[in-house]
């Protein structure tokens, strides 16, 4: 069932998409060669903290899952395309891509954001990939039209990945989408990246969703790894992930999950 959030909902999602923004970019900005994923983990995890707040995907056990998710922020390099669990031994190279993706619970609602950064200097085809990514969840927002249906999102995001076909092979994971939130960390509706538009739940004001490209390198398959948590590309070519949480309105969608 869709959630329509209250006026009262909304401006503490703004707030806390606000105070995931400024989190998530600190974090970002830590990135370099030599830095564990852990020190991003626990550096996300101050933050949150000093702000009052609470990290939404530490110990989160969604159904399926055999144990709960062990770490604030989820970091996935390279070939991981999702979920990467932080890790004190697991260092950063130049070269290396990092999805970095946070949940933020403030005052008992959620926000959701991912971003990809490159550590240190990247190769062309890395940039390229995060230029893509980026780009499809852009488009995808656009197309969160009051009035409009999942389906036109989804319709939006593999229009523009296939068109980047012509230039280079890119794969849209498909068994990973972006989701309602507010209430909770994952909500209806299911949001894919790749489907037919004009289809699926109509967009009413007042719904708050996150979209989230996921794109490959390579095709898109992907695999789920032993944790039980990290999906990986099945060719092993890198992945990147963007997402941001949105307000649905009469028209262009507002961006909650920004500075």
């Known amino acids: 069932m869709v959630i329509i959030k209250t006026p009262e909902e909304i401006e503490i999602l703004r707030e806390g998409g606000r105070r995931l923004a400024t989190v998530l970019y600190k974090v970002g900005k830590m990135v370099k060669p030599g830095i564990s994923t852990k020190d991003l983990d626990n550096y996300a995890f101050k933050l949150i ?37 932080p890790d004190a031994g697991k260092i950063l190279k130049e070269g290396n891509i990092v999805s970095l993706d946070l949940g933020l619970k403030h005052k008992n609602l959620f926000t959701d954001m991912a971003i990809t950064v490159p550590v240190g200097e990247v190769s062309v085809s890395a940039k390229k990939l995060l230029e893509t990514t980026e780009k499809a969840l852009e488009v995808g927002i656009e197309a969160a039209q009051g009035g409009y249906r999942i389906g036109d999102i989804s319709h939006a995001i593999e229009s523009f990945v296939h068109s980047n076909k012509k230039k280079r092979r890119c794969g849209i994971v498909e068994v990973l989408a972006g989701h309602g939130v507010g209430r909770a960390i994952h909500e209806d509706p299911y ?11 109509k967009l009413v004001p007042g719904m708050v969703i996150a979209i989230e490209p996921m794109i490959n390198a390579g095709n898109k398959e ?38």
């Open 49 to 85: 903290k000093e702000m009052g707040d609470y990290p939404a995907f530490l110990n989160y056990l969604p159904d399926g899952a055999d144990s709960p998710f062990p770490a604030s922020l989820c970091v996935s390099v390279n070939n991981e395309v999702v979920h990467g669990i």
């Open 191 to 201: 949001i894919p990246n790749f489907g037919k538009a004009g289809v699926g739940a």
């Open 222 to 259: 992907v695999i789920l790894g032993k944790d039980g948590w990290t999906f990986r590309t099945a060719d092993g070519k890198m992945s990147a992930h963007f997402e941001h949480t949105i307000l649905i309105t009469e028209g262009e969608p507002e961006i909650l999950t920004k500075l």
